[in-house]
């Protein structure tokens, strides 16, 4: 079974692409958090930190793998080559990986109190959600702005977890201004969920947001949740006021999409898959970079 895993890990959940995605979703977040508030003179990665980093990277696999399991039927129409229609692993592989990974995940944050609500929260919320496509179909596979809502909130809990792990470091309580930065970068993933399924001809059965909304209008709504999550981070970070400057930092991110929409306007059938994948890690990334030039410290 653990080769099996080992296989499937390479396969389904790309290291390469996931861990910059992870580990800049724990630095980069941490990161504006503390820029975000007064409180926190000087900020710098600690355990508690390692700790969330090494959470996020596990957990993103673990929903990889009920996706996997929620979209068997699917893909066995559409994605035949996929890990568990091929056969490359079995559903059981992946409940087994499930429950022992939630179960090391506890472990590893047991003690760190209303992160580890959240975390547990965030994984009886996804379970619950894959139990109820699988064994009562809802919401339907065709009801795509459903699926949208019922889902966004997983990754919103996350960037909570995120959150309460920051503030229980410093010890602080939350504040509006963290909360409307967790339901930015919350925003900010609709970029990617619907960009990289903007497409001017979907394949025969496939799932994709331009039935709903045209291809224009699914490449516009992707940017425009980028512009809308960069604006309220902007609103967060100030840096019109002086002193405050390296947050213009995090204006540089939206290049990608801003491509994206070009290319596609021009005629490419799908937006750049390079593109849409950077876009997460390149914002988290000028996250980083503006709370270690405002905030950072070695000491």
């Known amino acids: 079974m653990i080769s099996r895993w080992g296989r499937y890990i390479g396969a389904a959940y790309r290291p390469s692409v996931q861990l910059p995605y992870t580990v800049s979703w724990a630095l980069g977040l941490t990161a504006l958090f503390a820029c975000g508030t007064g409180a926190v003179r000087s900020w710098r990665p600690d355990a508690e930190l390692l700790i969330t980093a090494v959470t996020l990277v596990v957990t993103m696999l673990l929903i990889r793998a009920l996706d996997d399991v929620r979209d068997l039927d699917y893909d066995r129409r559409v994605n035949p080559d996929r890990p568990l229609p091929s056969g490359m692993v079995s559903e059981r592989d992946l409940v087994s990986l499930v429950a022992l990974g939630s179960a090391l995940l506890l472990l590893l944050n047991a003690g760190r109190g209303v992160a580890l609500a959240m975390l547990a929260g965030q994984m009886a919320y996804t379970i619950v959600v894959v139990a109820l496509e699988r064994l009562a179909g809802w919401p339907h596979r065709d009801q795509l702005a459903l699926q949208l809502a019922v889902n966004l909130p997983i990754l919103a809990m996350l960037s909570l977890y995120v959150y309460f792990g920051f503030l229980r470091a410093e010890d602080l309580r939350p504040t509006a201004a963290g909360?409307?930065?967790?339901?930015?970068?919350?925003?900010?993933?609709?970029?990617?969920?619907?960009?990289?399924?903007?497409?001017?001809?979907?394949?025969?059965?496939?799932?994709?947001?331009?039935?709903?909304l045209g291809p224009s209008g699914t490449s516009l709504a992707a940017f425009g949740a980028a512009v809308t999550a960069t604006a309220a981070v902007l609103v967060i970070l100030t840096p019109w006021h002086s002193g405050a400057g390296w947050g213009w930092l995090v204006l540089a991110p939206l290049a990608l999409p801003a491509l994206a929409v070009a290319k596609f306007a021009a005629g490419a059938p799908h937006w750049p898959i390079p593109h849409t994948v950077a876009y997460i890690p390149a914002m988290y990334t000028s996250f980083f970079a503006v709370g270690w030039l405002t905030k950072g410290t070695l000491r």
């Open 179 to 212: 909360l409307i930065t967790v339901l930015a970068v919350t925003v900010s993933a609709l970029c990617v969920e619907l960009g990289r399924k903007a497409t001017r001809q979907p394949r025969p059965g496939e799932r994709s947001y331009v039935t709903v």
